[in-house]
């Protein structure tokens, strides 16, 4: 896998490249629900056999289904938008702290510098603030070089027996960054 | 005409074979760990808030060999039913959803459920396509259709009518890191493989 920084790419190479990164760190099993900046990667994940891609109703959703597979031997991996992540933290604090069940966010920087959407300000606003309240391990890649640190969450999340989060920016996603 | 809580969760306590259970918040774990003092092969999700049947198809997934029963109050249904789809595209048959519908919020000083009386929850899960949908409002019912509702090789949905609790039930006396490394650890003896670090 090439980590060149200072080459564009599509937002389906980057796909690639994160299934490969999580596929490398033992993930199977990822719910999902969409968002503009992640559906290339959503579509990618789910034609590829390398995972059990599961869309799902609602983002707690995720949290509960990928839970109970923590019981299978490996967490899951839940991948959404900022917005769909904030409507899970009592399933977060309720399910994955009290029984300390790890498990991997990946969700997008929605309201960051670069998302022109006003209606995900609220994002840029309050999604860090909410993640450091709930002290949940974070990790945000904002250069295509720093994918790895998807692999690095996974595996920590593990060791912390309790979910950790990727934020993943725009450019990232998009591929310009 | 519904059940009592204590009579049918004896009853399906009783039926037990090797099923893995799941239960949802208040009456259901509280009864079912009365009924059964199961240290092991139940977790006792409590106040999830409708997400007791992910976790079961998370598991089910893991396992495909070994039948699950998910509890899940009417209450929590009512807030998430949308997970009705997830099991259908799912189609664990594996998985067997048991709504337990008092119609009331029966652990928090039995509230009424919007539309409580009225909700037709076997319908709602027909119409989603689940294949194997039962509803029981008596034990001897039940008792007759037990195989068909709760061992079917289809993706299952049964319907417990029953009558709101009449007392205040002990919770299971577990926290959760206590209540994850015993059902963990059980499953590693189980079935041979390792699933806690």
Partial sequence: MKLDAQSRRSPEQVAAVIADVLAGAGAELVASLPDGWIAPLIKHLGEDARFRHVPVNREESAVGLCSGAFFGGKPGVALMGASGFLTCIYAITKINYTYQIPLLFLITLRGAPGDEARYHVSNGLYLRAVIDAIDLPALYVERFDELPKIAEAYRHCQVLARPSVVGLSRGVLKGTE | ?197
């Fill in chain 2, 1 to 197: 005409m519904a059940m009592d809580i204590e009579e049918c969760f004896a009853e399906i306590a009783g039926a037990r074979d090797d099923e893995i259970v799941v239960t949802s918040a208040g009456n259901s774990s509280e009864v079912w760990w009365e009924k059964t003092r199961d240290l092991e092969s139940t977790f006792y999700l409590e106040a999830s808030m409708s997400l007791s049947t992910m976790f079961a198809a998370g598991l089910a997934l893991s396992y495909p060999k070994t039948r699950f029963w998910a509890f899940l109050g009417d209450g929590a249904f009512v807030m998430n039913a949308g997970v009705l789809f997830v099991e259908r595209q799912l189609a664990l048959p594996n998985l067997v959803s048991i709504i337990v519908a008092n119609r009331c919020y029966g652990a928090t000083g039995r509230a009424d459920l919007p539309m409580g009386a009225e909700i037709d929850f076997a319908s709602i899960a027909r119409a989603t396509g689940i294949p194997n949908v039962h509803r029981f409002e008596s034990v001897e019912r039940m008792k007759a259709e037990f195989d068909a509702a709760f061992r079917a090789a289809v993706p299952s949905t049964v319907v417990l009518e029953l009558n709101p609790p009449q007392r205040h039930y002990e919770s299971p006396p577990f926290d959760g890191a206590e209540l994850k490394y015993r059902f963990g650890r059980a499953l590693e003896r189980r079935f041979d493989r390792k699933v806690l670090p």
